[in-house]
């Protein structure tokens, strides 16, 4: 599994790390979106990329955590 990072499209993110989606839904950001990397659909909406980064990786950490205690 590669490292995905603001550059990586919000598809492969998903694609990556599915367990993200009620994030992405939360903060309103389309996963459907062509393709666009995730620094762009945060600035569409007027998102700090960074933040918004920062909230997927705790995600992403949490799950490969609760998946390591089974």
């Known amino acids: ?6 550059a990586t ?3 492969d993110w998903l694609i990556e790390h ?5 994030v992405l839904r939360d903060l309103g950001l389309d996963y459907s979106c ?3 990397s995730l620094e ?3 600035a569409e909406r007027g998102l700090d990329v ?3 980064l920062t909230a997927l990786r705790e995600v992403v950490e ?9």
């Open 40 to 42: 762009f659909a945060c």
């Open 62 to 70: 949490a799950n490969r955590r609760a998946d390591s205690e089974t």
């Open 34 to 36: 062509g393709g666009k």
């Open 9 to 11: 499209s919000v598809p």
């Open 50 to 52: 960074n933040l918004v």
């Open 18 to 22: 599915p367990e993200i989606l009620p």
């Open 1 to 6: 599994m590669s490292e995905c990072d603001q």
